[in-house]
């Protein structure tokens, strides 16, 4: 997490990091209209990292803000890979502490006003959560720009925004991320989730390439330890119909390949072996 205040200290919202270039994502009312501001990486001591105008990219469209914060120190989190977010779902936010919420549905047209201008958003979510919660939301403060996270895999579902307005709703709502990137897919959103699934390794429902990269180099480095290992891994059991299979798919034109077996029948030695090879 990482917090935002102005130049006199106070609190203006709060964020995550989204890359491996320190790149953070907030709620566009978080920095509206400041000159300048100073970004603090959560439960750290110090100054912080000054940050000015110029290192904001306002998207007050999609009521997002990205923030240049590179050598804050703080580890980016894993945006996840959906698009919808069913109605259901549990999550977890920060507003005065951690706390559970539950989304309640997309659809409502939520606005968000910016330097006078009425902005209709093209994504938003409902969400449940309680009084206390509730409340804490409704005061602004370090609450807007936070992260929502799936309960289940700790990945970035949407951002908190504490200035997002829909008629005849109560609730609280916040920008899907996923979502608001497909209506500008040549945009510096789209572009930033991108970077996130290639270097923020993401797991479970939210598998990215970053994580699915990082499982391969684990099972290729259970299969074939390094030289100079004190054990070294027993030779594979040659398995003739398995290696043609795997030598005619390398050697035709099919694109994906399924290797199915019971456990303990080799399936991992040999697709390590192929992709060692």
């Known amino acids: 997490m990482v917090t935002i205040r102005d130049r006199d200290g106070l609190p203006r919202g709060s964020g995550f990091v989204a890359d491996d270039r320190g790149t953070v994502i907030t709620s566009h009312d978080a920095v509206e209209g400041l000159a300048g501001m100073v970004l603090h990486a959560s439960g750290a001591e110090g100054p912080g990292r000054p940050a000015s105008a110029d290192d904001v990219t306002a998207l007050p469209e999609l009521g997002l803000a990205l923030v240049r914060g ?158 100079g290992a004190a054990e070294p891994a027993p030779y594979p059991v040659p398995r003739p119909g398995i290696s043609a299979g795997l030598a005619a798919f390398t050697a035709g034109p099919d694109l994906v390949l399924g290797l199915v077996g019971a456990p303990g029948t080799g399936r991992t030695t040999a697709l390590a072996a192929l992709a060692a090879d």
């Open 70 to 227: 590179d050598g804050l120190g703080v580890p980016p989190l894993p945006v996840a890979m959906r698009e919808a977010i069913p109605p259901g779902t549990y999550v977890r936010l920060p507003a005065r502490g951690w706390r559970q919420a539950r989304v309640l549905g997309a659809g409502a047209e939520v606005t968000h006003t910016a330097a006078g201008r009425r902005h209709v958003l093209p994504a938003a979510v409902e969400l449940a959560i309680g009084t206390a919660g509730r409340d804490a939301l409704r005061l602004g403060g370090e609450v807007r720009g936070g992260p929502v996270l799936d309960a289940a895999t700790g990945a970035v579902l949407a951002v908190l925004g504490t200035a997002l307005e829909a008629e005849h709703r109560s609730g609280s709502f916040a920008v899907p991320l996923r979502a608001a990137a497909a209506h500008a897919p040549g945009g510096a959103l789209a572009a930033l989730l991108e970077r996130n699934s290639a270097t923020v390794p993401g797991y479970g429902a939210d598998l990215n390439l970053a994580g699915a990269l990082e499982l391969t180099a684990t099972t290729l480095g259970a299969a074939f330890p390094p030289a």
